[in-house]
């Protein structure tokens, strides 16, 4: 396992950046328009708020946006919904726990491009951005954001992240409550965890008007490294197995992990997840159109 | 193969617990995982198929290193085939000098038996230098004793070097006193000396003659040659006595390594003569001689009355012989009417008949009459009779042209048959007679009667007890100088060690995986 902080020249460069962000930027935006996403509007920050509708409160939610009068009608905290008429929140939520780091780290280098690419597309294009770290807990937070001057936070908070070697797994669940209002969720993960994190993705679901979900794999981490026998350990557990068999079990664990991922996208096909699978093998820019391609065409 | 301390085998029986110690299977390589859960298939199938963990592999090699040092501490031995032995016996008179009881001889194959015992020798040919071709058996009483009774009677003759048994071991037990001896074992392929000498006094008899004086048909002249074979100055007494009384007694004093002849007259007839070295030294059979005196005695000698009176005559002259008239004679001259008995005598026929001459230019003596006596002016130049025609074996001493006119017949005992009228007139008074007579004498009894001498001679050497030098074999064989059973340990051990290094670097490795630095992919 090798893990450590990501130095800048790890982080895709700045014409990728706009490159990609210029592709992006047309799949956003029509997708605004069309979908249930916030709408997105140019160069209008700061624009009033229209009122859109009630929901309950669910902590998290700005008091100020209680609807008192709902409240004492339906004798529960009810808040004011409100069409986002400027530009939508967006919480990027990286996976920090340990398994991201196994092996040759490339799945925590993959999904730190990823997260920079679709922060920095978001910024271009007039979001707020949020990045949130998560792993056992909430690792680290850029807070909400706007605007090219905000992109150095990001690629700053990115770039201190150092996933432990062993111990942290993943809590997406504790992600839930630094959401705040109207947002958007993109949730990159590996999402090895109990349920494969679907409990946790589906209350993100419901405090979200869209959430995307970027699962991040790397074949080389299914492979032994040369003849065994083996003592396999998880390094979030800390739980070990034998493992004798080296092609047997590589053949297994590969069938476990295509089952994991038919689970997760059944799961969020049903609960209207924008899913994609990603072998760090391909490019982070081919798989973020895929992605959002697909997310616009659903 | 055997082993010195088999109590170290005990050491195999930790194998079984080192196979205990190891049955909970290898120490697994440590491999970090995601998600023990996309791995946890195989190993519950392996579980629930009651699979048992194999024990760790290399349980084998430490067995192995284990089962290598116990057998190396028990010192296996390496049984070498056994060699094939020829023990070569210096039995010259040195061999039997007394030294601390017992002689060289016995101490050496004492010593011989007990190396060749030590080295598991079982072919084992026993050979005296004196007589090369004789051959006993492996060194036992019986060997023993029959080179003990031989020994000290003949001078060694050591065989070629080249003449040695190539198929065998050759070994030689001497006292290094004896030159020959010494510069044979330098060339010879000899690969174990055992060299038995402590003492280095002697003084012996080396030889001892007997001769008639010319002059004193009733005297005799003896020479005494002593030698001192020692590192140390010698003075002994020397006792020459016939029969029970001392004829003479003389003192004599020799530096080492030197030699002295004495002289003595002593009185004919004899039956026996002692020479004597008081007092005796470690080495007591060259301290007295004893010379038969039989030698000395006067042939007798029976003529056929027949016989021309100048035969008589010759037999008187002759210093050996004497004319008989018994029947005891040791020779017989037949002039045509002699006495024939049962006994084997020789015989010399004198041909008789009428007188013929021949041409005494045509005389041809034969290689075989190397004793004839010098032609003389008065040679007879006539003949009587005729010989028969000679055998193939015969011999012909002398011919006149075709004509032979004296033959030594074969057989035993000897004749001699000649035509040669010894009583013609013209040799009256003549000494060609008893030359001629003298000449038939010496070949009818194979002797020359006229240089008669009885004596004793033991080697200008078989005094020297000294030996001459520090032995050494040129050629030192690890097939019959080393011990019989051959220590085989480093094998053992040096396998042992290759599979402890071989150990010690998998578990290196091992380390180094999982514990040694890790390189980070993270640019």
Redesign the interface.
């Known amino acids: 396992m090798a893990t450590g902080a990501l130095n800048p020249a790890a982080l895709p460069s700045h014409a990728e950046l706009r490159s990609f962000a210029r592709v992006a930027a047309h799949l956003l935006t029509e997708h605004a328009t069309q979908g249930l996403g916030p709408r997105t509007v140019r160069r209008r920050a700061g624009a009033g708020l229209q009122h859109l509708d009630h929901r309950d409160y669910a902590p998290g939610d700005e008091v100020r946006h209680i609807d008192w009068r709902q409240t004492a009608r339906r004798q529960r905290p009810v808040i004011r919904q409100f069409e986002a008429e400027t530009s939508g929140d967006w919480f990027l939520l990286l996976d920090a726990s340990s398994s991201m780091a196994t092996g040759s780290a490339r799945k925590w280098q993959a999904a730190v491009s990823a997260t920079t690419a679709m922060a920095f597309a978001l910024l271009e294009l007039g979001h707020r951005v949020a990045i949130v770290a998560f792993a056992s807990d909430v690792l680290a937070v850029c807070p909400p954001g706007r605007g090219a001057r905000h992109f150095p936070q990001v690629v700053r908070t990115l770039l201190a992240l150092r996933p432990a070697e062993s111990a942290a797994h993943s809590n997406l669940a504790a992600c839930a409550r630094r959401l705040r209002g109207t947002a958007s969720g993109f949730v990159v993960s590996d999402f090895l965890g109990p349920a494969d994190l679907r409990p946790s993705l589906a209350a993100l679901r419901e405090r979200c008007v869209q959430l995307h979900a970027l699962e991040v794999h790397a074949t080389a981490d299914l492979q032994l490294p040369g003849p065994g026998p083996f003592e396999l350990y998880d390094v979030e557990s800390g739980a070990t197995a034998n493992c004798s068999g080296r092609a047997a079990a590589e053949s297994a664990a590969r069938a476990a992990h295509a089952a994991l991922l038919l689970r997760l996208q059944r799961f969020s096909t049903r609960s209207g997840i924008a899913f994609t699978a990603w072998d760090v093998a391909q490019p982070w820019q081919r798989v973020l159109v895929d992605h959002l391609l697909r997310a616009h065409a659903a | 193969m055997t082993l010195a301390t088999p109590a170290w085998l005990l050491g195999l029986l930790l194998v079984p617990v080192l196979w205990y110690l190891h049955r909970s ?2 120490i ?16 519950a ?2 579980a629930q198929a009651g ?1 048992r ?1 194999p024990p760790d592999p290399a349980w084998l090699r430490r067995a192995a290193i284990l089962s290598l040092l116990c057998i190396a501490l028990a010192e296996p031995q390496w049984q070498r085939p056994a060699a094939r032995v020829t023990l070569w016996v210096d039995d010259s008179l040195s061999m039997l000098t007394l030294e601390d009881g017992e002689t060289r001889l016995d101490r050496g194959l004492r010593l011989a038996q007990a190396a060749l015992r030590e080295s598991a020798v079982r072919d084992v040919i026993v050979r005296p230098l004196s007589n090369p071709t004789r051959a006993y058996g492996p060194v036992g009483t019986t060997t023993t004793q029959a080179l003990r009774s031989n020994a000290g009677t003949h001078e060694p003759r050591p065989p070629a070097p080249d003449a040695l048994a190539r198929g065998r071991a050759h070994w030689l037990v001497t006292d290094g006193a004896d030159d020959e001896v010494n510069s044979w074992l330098g060339n010879a392929n000899v690969e174990r000396v055992i060299q038995v000498a402590s003492t280095a006094r002697n003084v012996g008899i080396a030889r001892v003659t007997v001769r008639p004086q010319p002059a004193d048909q009733d005297a005799a002249a003896i020479q005494v040659l002593l030698r001192n074979g020692g590192s140390e100055p010698e003075s002994r007494i020397v006792e020459v006595s016939a029969g029970q009384g001392i004829l003479a007694s003389r003192p004599v004093a020799l530096g080492p390594g030197a030699s002295v002849t004495l002289q003595q007259v002593v009185p004919l007839p004899m039956q026996q003569l002692t020479v004597r070295l008081v007092p005796a030294d470690a080495l007591p059979q060259d301290d007295h001689a004893v010379v038969d005196g039989a030698p000395l005695t006067m042939i007798a000698v029976h003529v056929d009355p027949s016989c021309p009176v100048e035969v008589a005559r010759s037999i008187g002259a002759h210093p050996a012989l004497r004319v008989t008239t018994s029947r005891d004679a040791g020779l017989i001259v037949d002039c045509g009417s002699a006495w024939t008995g049962r006994v084997p005598v020789p015989r010399m026929v004198l041909r008789q008949g009428p007188p013929e001459q021949f041409d005494a230019s045509s005389l041809l003596w034969s290689q075989a009459a190397a004793g004839a006596p010098p032609l003389v002016a008065s040679f007879p130049l006539r003949t009587r009779g005729r010989l028969d025609a000679p055998h193939p074996a015969d011999a012909v001493l002398l011919a006149a042209g075709d004509v032979p006119l004296v033959i030594r017949r074969a057989g035993i005992p000897r004749t001699v048959e000649t035509t040669l009228d010894l009583g013609a007139a013209e040799l009256q008074g003549t000494d060609t007679v008893p030359l001629l007579f003298a000449f038939l004498a010496d070949a009818a009894l194979d002797a020359s009667l006229l240089d008669r001498s009885a004596g004793l001679a033991r080697g200008d050497n078989a005094s020297q007890v000294e030996p001459r030098a520090v032995l050494e074999a040129q050629r030192r064989s690890l097939d019959t100088t080393r011990d019989d059973e051959a220590p085989f340990v480093w094998p053992f051990v040096l396998l042992a060690v290759a599979l402890l290094a071989w150990d010690a670097l998998s578990l290196a490795r091992r380390l180094l995986r999982d514990h040694g630095p ?6």
């Open positions: 299977g290898p697994l390589r440590r491999h970090p995982v995601a998600s023990l859960d996309l791995w946890q298939d195989e190993s199938r392996a699979e963990r890790r390189a980070s992919t993270v640019a």
